[in-house]
């Protein structure tokens, strides 16, 4: 079985900082790209920002220049830096990785999805 499991959601005031943490464990035999999406209420999720094994990025519009994504291969995780948080960044964030667990065959994980709210 693989896991990603997030942390580091919570509550934050507008132009404050968070940093989440999405860690994939499990039979693993090689990671691909990795990202962040997120689902506000009553919209579909979106993507936020992805990363490619050798730490080619690529952002949502609306998060450039605020969020920063980035990787540790050694350690399955994937991070995502948000700065200058706005109300309407408030969400669920999903990972997802593109893995493979033997070598052949590869496919889509998904986290089960952290809770960020912006908001005084």
């Known amino acids: 079985q693989v896991q990603l499991v997030e942390s580091g959601g919570g509550l934050v005031q507008p132009g404050g900082s968070l940093r989440l943490s999405c860690a994939a464990s499990?039979?693993?035999?090689?990671?691909?790209?990795m990202g962040w999406y997120r689902q506000a209420r009553g919209k579909q999720r979106e993507l936020v920002a992805s990363?490619?094994?050798?730490?080619?990025?690529n952002y949502g519009g609306s998060v450039r220049g605020r969020f920063t994504i980035s990787r540790d291969n050694a350690k399955n995780t994937v991070y995502l830096e948000m700065n200058s948080l706005k109300p309407e960044d408030t969400a669920v964030y999903f990972c997802?990785?593109?893995?493979?667990?033997?070598?052949?065959?590869?496919?889509?994980?998904w986290g089960q999805g952290t809770q960020v709210t912006v908001s005084s």
């Open positions: 990363i490619t094994a050798d730490f080619s990025t």
């Open positions: 499990g039979r693993i035999f090689s990671i691909g790209n």
């Open positions: 997802t990785a593109y893995l493979s667990r033997t070598g052949d065959t590869w496919g889509h994980y």
